[in-house]
């Protein structure tokens, strides 16, 4: 079954640093786009950060300097490296991926930043 499964996040201090994962079970990942989404506690969920399949990496202002992406092919795993966190980076992340005109979502991911 094709899928996208995440891992990573947790509770962590302002100003420390998280890792998250998002593997694909199915889907040929090297091949497609990544995006990560977040979704704060009442809010929409808003578009983060980027991976195309040429490598080119794109970021939201609100986390520009502080977040990276990156692609392990052989693992099949995009991971988003999240640096000097940030009350207002509290959310529940989602990673996406669309394959054919269907977009594949994470099961998400909470991370909860404290101070």
């Known amino acids: 079954q094709a899928q996208l499964v995440q891992s990573g996040g947790g509770l962590v201090q302002a100003g420390g640093s998280l890792r998250l994962s998002c593997t694909a079970h199915?889907?040929?990942?090297?091949?497609?786009?990544v995006d990560w989404y977040r979704q704060a506690p009442g809010l929409q969920r808003e578009w983060v950060a980027g991976?195309?399949?040429?490598?080119?990496?794109d970021f939201a202002d609100s986390v520009s300097g502080r977040l990276t992406i990156a692609r392990d092919i052989d693992k099949e795993t995009v991971y988003l490296e999240m640096n000097s966190l940030k009350y207002e980076d509290t959310g529940v992340y989602y990673c996406?991926?669309?394959?054919?005109?269907?977009?594949?979502w994470g099961q998400g991911t909470q991370v909860t930043v404290f101070s």
């Open positions: 199915g889907i040929d990942f090297r091949n497609n786009d």
């Open positions: 996406t991926t669309m394959v054919r005109g269907y977009a594949y």
């Open positions: 991976l195309t399949s040429f490598g080119t990496k």
